[in-house]
Structures are given as structure tokens and as C-alpha cells.
């Protein structure tokens, strides 16, 4: 009897082993015996948020230092490109910090002879006007004793009040000193920092972008640039603005015999850099000098400042700074608010190109391309 032929399968070969340099291999998973659950994952996210936070909280004097400093040095950076680039004899160019240099330079020489020229005028008239104070005091009480309803204005007691004024004035000066102190110290940390960033810029913008993927970290890199362009921008516009104010103001100071005219016109131009909020500082300052001389003067600077802010806000800003920061006037306006809440002065002064960068970012990240408003035709 046949024994019975059993069908066999041929051997199977075992399964070749992925090669690690193939980019298409499966990559093989490990589980960890310790991994955690998706909730436990949660709560510690949501701990280190609200560690960062409070972090952020307690540090928030130094990140807005930090800032400021970031967002001066990319404006700056096409400036100090466009020295960099300025060919000497030879083809030979200037590095980045003799660039940095020329820059710092320039701005501290203009400011010192500035002060050289301006400040002396001033300090003379205060020197004056405090040795003659004594003698003008009883002179200024007997013509107010010549306006009606004076006795119940306290007018006899019009220089205690006066001395008693300017001893409450010099104290705060003298309590205050340790703040004017801080701030300083605050101001020249900035001015560091900003030098810094435009040195090594460059190296701490790879490494942050080397934490993001590939496709990530182009996109974010092409709206960052495109941000760039635009801060840039609010920075010539702003400069040209500034010019034509303090031009203006040096002119119609002048015109007016206005004290220290000069120094008062390229006040009110630098001021102009914090929206709004720099011209109306100034003008009142401008005003009360001006009214020392006579209400005229005053009047006269006053009407020169409306007509300037109605020319500027009708034809100089919308053809200077829509075109450039391309920021519509309700979101100036709102940038500055919300700027000056948070950090005063300083806030104001970044407001508009930190809100130029904010509306770059939601332009790519928000905001839809393919929305369109409904047509009203049947």
C-alpha cells in the first residue's frame, strides 16, 4: 500500500531587515511601559502653560526690554545692511558692527550737539528765573489784588503757597531721582540689547526656526520677511513724518519768536515718533513756554499745531503711512490704546509696528483667502 503524498510548502526566506538609510522604511515603534495616558499628557501641558505664564508674569518688566530691543534691531537691520553694502575704493565693504558703529555714532552726535546748542539758553533762563522769583512775587500779588473776587482767591496768601509749591516740587524731584535712575538704566540695557540682537540676530533667528518642521518653518519664514518689509517701511514713513514736523515747527517757532525755537522744533519732530500722544506732550510744553512771553505767542503756536494736524492726518499720513504699513486708521488708533495700557509710553512707541506684525501674521495664519463679500445685485 502507497503511502499517501503529504502536499509541503517551500520554505519561506525571512523577512530582509529595513535598511535605516531608505527614507520610505517603516519606522518601528517603541512602547515604553511608562508611557503616559492622554489626560496624564494633558495636565502637565496645561501645568507648564500656567508655569510659563506666571513665569512670563514675573518677568514681564525684562521680556518688554527684550522686545522693544528685538523689534528696534529688525527695523534697523536695513539701515545697517545699507551701510554694509556702500562700497569704499577698492570694492571693500564695511563689516556689521563698524556699520553698527557708524549708526550709534551718528544718533549720539546729533543728539550731543542738539544739547550743546539748546540746552545752555534754557538752563541761563531758569538760573535767572529762580534768583528773580523773590523780587517778582510781591509785584505779581499786587496785580492780582486788582481782580475782582481776589480776596476769596487767598491772593495774600499767594507766596507761602508759592514757596511752599516749589519745596513740594524740588522734594519729588529729589524722591523721584531712584526712578529717573531705573529707567535710565532701563534705556541703556535696551540700547545694548538692540546692538546685540543686530550682531548675533542672525544665529538666534536659525535656532528658533530650527525647532519648527520643514514646511512649517518656510512659511513662517516668508511671512516673517514679509513683516520685516513692512516695519521697515513704518520706519521710513515715520522718519519722513517726523522731518516734516520738526522742519515745520522749527519755522513757525521762529517766525512766532518763540524761546529756544530750535530746540523745541526737533523736540516736537522726535516726539513724533509715539503717535499722537508725542505731539499733544509737546505742544502743551511749547504752549506754556510760549505763554511766558505773552497768551499770542501761545495762541499762535496752538493754531499752527491744528492746522498741521489736520494737514498730516488728510493728505501726509494716508499717502506716507497706508501705503507703507498698509494699517488702516481704527487699527492705529486701537494699537495705540492698547499699548499704552500695557506699557505707557513704551507701549505706544512699539504700538503700530508690533500691530503692522500682528496683522502680517493673521493675513497668513487667519484670515481666509477664498472669502468674499456677497454681492447686493439680484
Not at 191 to 214: P, Q, R, T
Amino acid at each position: 500500500m502507497k503511502e499517501p503524498i503529504l502536499a509541503t510548502t517551500p520554505p519561506t526566506e525571512p523577512p530582509a531587515a529595513p535598511n535605516p538609510l531608505d527614507p520610505s522604511a517603516p519606522v518601528p515603534e517603541f512602547h515604553s511601559p511608562h508611557r503616559l495616558s492622554r489626560p496624564q499628557r494633558n495636565i502637565l501641558f496645561a501645568f507648564a502653560v500656567a508655569l510659563g505664564l506666571a513665569l512670563a508674569w514675573e518677568l514681564r518688566d525684562v521680556l518688554m526690554i527684550v522686545y522693544v530691543s528685538a523689534l528696534f534691531a529688525v527695523v534697523l537691520m536695513p539701515v545697517v545692511n545699507g551701510i554694509v553694502r556702500f562700497e569704499l575704493r577698492g570694492g571693500r565693504r564695511i563689516s556689521k558692527g563698524v556699520a553698527i558703529t557708524l549708526l550709534l555714532g551718528s544718533v549720539i552726535l546729533f543728539l550731543s550737539v542738539l544739547l550743546a546748542l539748546g540746552l545752555p539758553p534754557v538752563i541761563r533762563d531758569i538760573r535767572q528765573f529762580a534768583t528773580d522769583l523773590p523780587e517778582r512775587i510781591p509785584e505779581l500779588v499786587t496785580r492780582m489784588r486788582r481782580l475782582p473776587l481776589a480776596d476769596r482767591l487767598g491772593v495774600d496768601n499767594l507766596a507761602t503757597r508759592l514757596e511752599n509749591g516749589l519745596s513740594a516740587t524740588a522734594g519729588y524731584l529729589i524722591a523721584s531721582f531712584p526712578n529717573w535712575a531705573a529707567r535710565l538704566f532701563d534705556l541703556l540695557t535696551a540700547i545694548v540689547l538692540c546692538v546685540y540682537f543686530m550682531l548675533e540676530g542672525d544665529h538666534a533667528y536659525e535656532w528658533a526656526m530650527s525647532l519648527l518642521a520643514i514646511p512649517d518653518r518656510l512659511r513662517l519664514a516668508v511671512t516673517l520677511e514679509k513683516a520685516e518689509v513692512r516695519m521697515s517701511r513704518w520706519l521710513f514713513g515715520q522718519t519722513l513724518l517726523m522731518l516734516i514736523l520738526g522742519v515745520c515747527s522749527t519755522i513757525a517757532f521762529g517766525m512766532l519768536h518763540v524761546r529756544y525755537f530750535v530746540l523745541l522744533g526737533v523736540l516736537m519732530g522726535l516726539m513724533n515718533i509715539i503717535p499722537i500722544a508725542g505731539g499733544i506732550i509737546t505742544i502743551t510744553l511749547v504752549c506754556a513756554i510760549a505763554a511766558l512771553d505773552n497768551w499770542t505767542k501761545s495762541l499762535g503756536v496752538l493754531m499752527f499745531y491744528l492746522v498741521y494736524v489736520n494737514i498730516e492726518n488728510a493728505y501726509l499720513t494716508p499717502r506716507i503711512m497706508r501705503s507703507s504699513v498698509n494699517l488702516l486708521g481704527l487699527s492705529v488708533l486701537i494699537a495705540l490704546l492698547a499699548g499704552t495700557a500695557l506699557a505707557g509710553v513704551v507701549g505706544a512707541l512699539v504700538a503700530v509696528p508690533t500691530a503692522a506684525l500682528i496683522s502680517v501674521l493673521m493675513d497668513e495664519y487667519i484670515v481666509h483667502k477664498d472669502w468674499k463679500e456677497p454681492s447686493l445685485e439680484p
